[in-house]
């Protein structure tokens, strides 16, 4: 991936609060859902904070392997299939609220998701770190490119 394509990824992670998030069930059976996320500054993790009554919490339990896509809005102009998009997939485990890390994640989290802050009073809410293994980028029209963790880790310093 060029350095242009790294910087547009970097932006769209950083621009962007809302994703789409793919699980799969123990039978195999795909959902597909929407959720608001933070990230690591060096995005290494990925962080969602969801309910446990959601049929999709109960698949990441059951399976931690998950994809959350990342995309520019469609504004009803132009071609949608040229906007930028990014799908980051890797295993998820939960952030216990007794674990060292939760504090310090949970104030990443509200940083970028202020209006999140109630949610963390229920006690249904759970938080997920999602840990990159890969990632697919689309920067517009023929313009896709694969990466790994590495890719995400460059893509953070610039």
Same mark, same amino acid.
Request: aromatic share 12%.
């Given at each position: 991936m060029k350095q242009d394509q790294k910087i547009a990824l970097a932006q769209l992670i950083r621009r962007? +609060?809302?994703a789409g998030l793919a699980t799969v069930s &123990?039978?195999? !059976?795909?959902?597909?859902?929407? *959720? =608001?996320?933070? #990230?690591?500054e060096d995005f290494t993790a990925f962080y969602i904070h969801i309910s446990t009554l959601s049929q999709h919490t109960k698949q990441m339990l059951e399976r931690p392997k998950i994809s959350l896509v990342i995309a520019e809005p469609d504004k009803g102009a132009g071609d949608p299939q040229t906007l930028? +998009?990014? %799908?980051i %997939? @890797?295993? &998820? !485990?939960v952030i216990e609220r007794d674990s060292a890390s939760y504090a310090s994640i949970k104030n990443t989290y509200l !940083?970028?998701?202020p209006?999140? !802050?109630?949610? #963390?009073g229920f006690g249904d809410f759970v938080l997920f770190q999602l840990n990159p293994q890969s990632l697919r $980028? *689309? @920067? @517009? $029209? =023929?313009? =896709?490119?694969s990466?790994? +963790?590495v890719t995400l880790l460059e893509c953070a310093k610039l």
């Open positions: 962007q +609060r809302w &123990v039978d195999g !059976e795909p959902l597909a859902a929407m *959720v =608001a996320y933070a #990230f690591a930028p +998009r990014a %799908s %997939s @890797g295993d &998820v !485990e !940083e970028r998701l209006a999140s !802050e109630q949610l #963390f $980028f *689309v @920067g @517009g $029209f =023929a313009q =896709a490119h990466g790994t +963790r």
